[in-house]
Every structure is written in C-alpha cells, then in structure tokens.
C-alpha cells in the first residue's frame, strides 16, 4: 500500500538527439505528443504516477531552460517541484541531486526514479508493479530495477542478467548488465532466458542512496550531512552550481548496474518500450496494411512504401514512392531522410549536421 513517503523523480532534462529533428533543443522529445494522445510524453509520464501518488510528492528534474515548459504542461504541479539543472549533463548528477533534495525533506522517503519517454501498455499492472517495488525497497537496503522480457534481440536497449533468485515473486539478483550490446550479443542474450530489458526505472529507499552518495560524492555529502535540513533554496542551488561541473557525466543505470552490488531487478510485465529513437517509435505506433507509420494525421501519397516512419508538420502533403525501411522527418527548418534501422544512426547526423550546418538546425 503506498503511503505518504512514496515519492517519484521524473527525469526531463534531455534533448533527444535520437528522435531529431522533430525533437530539437527548444523543445524536446518529452514535451511533445509523438502518440497523438493529446498529452505529451512528460504529461503521460506524470499522469501515470499521480494515480497512486500526492502530486506534492513527484519531482520533475529538467534543464533551466524548460523550466517554462514543465510548468505549462503540469499547471497542478507545485512551482517548488521542479528542480532546475544549471547545465546539462546525463542522468546522474541529476538523480543525486533530487534524492538529496528529497531526503532533506523525509529522511524515510521511498523513492522512484522514471525517465519521461515511454510507452507503458497496462496501466493498472504497472501501478501494481511499482508499488510492490517500492514495498520491497523500504524494506530492504537495496536498489531495485524494472526489468522485462525481451521480445527482439533489440541493441537500444541495455540487458540486464538475473542470479539467484532473492525468493520473493519475480525478484532476482543483478549479476551483470550489458548496455547497448551488438547485435550478435543481444540475441544471444534473448535467446539464453536469462536476462532482462533495462527499463531505466529504478527503487531505493533514501538512507541506501544516500549511503550510496557518501562514496559518490563525499564533498557534497559532508556539506550536506552538517546543514542538513536547514539549508536554505539559495544554498541549495549555490551547491548544485558548484557540484555539477565537476561531475562525472554518468547515467543513473550506469552508477547502480556497474558500481554498486546491492542491486535485485524485478521481472515485470505491464508491456513497455522506450520512446527514445525512430525504430522504438515504429515499432510501438499503428501501422498501415505496409507497415507504415504516419505521425500528426498528415496527407501522404504513398506507392511501393514500406516499413517506414514518417512525421512531418500538421498541413503539409508528401509524395513518397519506392521507399522501405526509412524516416522520413521534419520540423521547422530541417528535413532528414535516413534509413529507420540503426537506433543511433539521427543522433550521428545531428552532431554532423550542428557542425557542418550550425546550431540553428538542432
């Protein structure tokens, strides 16, 4: 049963290079609609957690510049509830400074810690799952990770390998993880029955992570540890600005999955796919008698196409002919067309194109 010291972090600070150029650094990936719900991939996140936790008790950790956006887009969210990254790194600096943050204010909070881009088919299972993770975390000092099953030997994806099994339903201790294998591997890994799809969510009671920190970051712990809960917002943040330069630029999943040894995953099976690349995107999204998937209801003309993912602005028409296999995206002032079948092939070109072209394509 959740109680009161449940609390989520809704990480949503990304730029999404792997879902350019409809996702660019004005507006990310997590504030837009990809699934034509009517809410965008932050909303749906938040949504699916305000159902069994008090809004007061949701974080969203985003960059200083989508400050405006966060609140736009989550009116009911209290202002104090968005924690405000001066740069932007990866995912752990981000994490350690919401758990501190937290744990300032309840010492005994359990905590989750999501990403904003994913598509999670059974809502209730997935409520269900998440609370019976965080149970197990307030009872033991461990961190925990959702895992699922693999479908396709999927090389976005991180896997990760279950031990022994810690005798409670569907809980198993990590004994390795593989991010993002070559294609031989992660079909080795499937096919073995041994390990899981990272889901990139994880559990943890806060004196685990905190203890966890203390190694981490000893500096910022100390500090910490003597002003404890009377550390002002304006000390706070002076301390985060100090902290984050010099920080590695870490994952969150990296730091537990490879640096700590008191991690169990939990199988889980509320259907779930990350939102992060094209192929991800075709793959969760309607598809067309040839596999096509269309994005924002817009008129395209197709002949001898298959298997593509298309998203071009609300308005526009296309003609497309003889085309399997590719994205076909635009916003704004920039177009691409690519194959659809490398997860990290957009991210590339977006680093090329910011060169080659200049930042106002980005």
């Not at 899981?196 to 203890?211: D, Q, R, S, V």
């Not at 998937?293 to 002949?303: D, E, G, Q, R, V």
Request: glycine share 6%.
């Amino acid at each position: 049963m959740t109680t009161h010291n449940d609390y989520c972090i809704i990480l949503a600070g990304g730029v999404g290079k792997r879902l350019w150029p409809c996702s660019r650094r004005q507006m990310p990936k997590q504030f837009l609609d990809f699934m034509g719900t009517g809410r965008t991939l932050l909303q749906q996140t938040y949504d699916r957690y305000v159902h069994f936790l008090p809004k007061e008790n949701i974080y969203i950790s985003t960059f200083k510049d989508y400050v405006g956006l966060v609140r736009e887009q989550l009116p009911d969210l209290p202002e104090e509830n968005i924690l405000a990254e001066p740069v932007q790194l990866s995912t752990a600096p981000a994490v350690t400074w919401a758990s501190y943050h937290i744990s300032m204010k309840n010492p005994e909070a359990n905590i989750v810690v999501t990403p904003a881009d994913q598509h999670i088919v059974n809502e209730a299972k997935f409520a269900e799952q998440i609370r019976s993770g965080l149970d197990f975390v307030k009872k033991h000092q461990v961190f925990l990770a959702m895992g699922v099953k693999p479908t396709v030997p999927n090389t976005a994806y991180g896997y990760i390998q279950m031990g022994p099994d810690s005798k409670e339903h569907h809980l198993f201790r990590v004994k390795s993880f593989s991010e993002k294998p070559a294609p031989e591997y992660a079909r080795m890994f499937m096919e073995s029955g041994e390990f899981l799809w990272n889901t990139g969510i994880f559990l943890w009671h806060a004196p685990t992570m905190l203890e966890m920190l203390e190694k981490l970051t000893p500096i910022v712990s100390e500090h910490i540890s003597k002003t404890g809960s009377n550390l002002s917002p304006d000390e706070e943040l002076e301390l985060v600005k100090r902290f984050y330069p010099s920080n590695m630029h870490i994952s969150i999943d990296l730091v537990i999955l490879e640096k700590c040894s008191n991690v169990y995953i939990q199988q889980c099976d509320f259907g779930w796919a990350d939102i992060g690349c094209w192929p991800e995107l075709h793959e969760v999204m309607p598809k067309d008698a040839d596999g096509n998937t269309i994005l924002n209801n817009t008129k395209i003309m197709l002949s001898d196409c298959r298997d593509n993912v298309i998203c071009l602005p609300k308005g526009m028409g296309a003609v497309l002919r003889g085309l399997e296999g590719y994205v076909i995206a635009q916003e704004g002032n920039m177009l691409v067309v690519c194959p659809n079948n490398d997860p990290a092939l957009v991210r590339r070109l977006g680093n090329e194109a910011q060169m080659k072209l200049g930042d106002e394509f980005i």
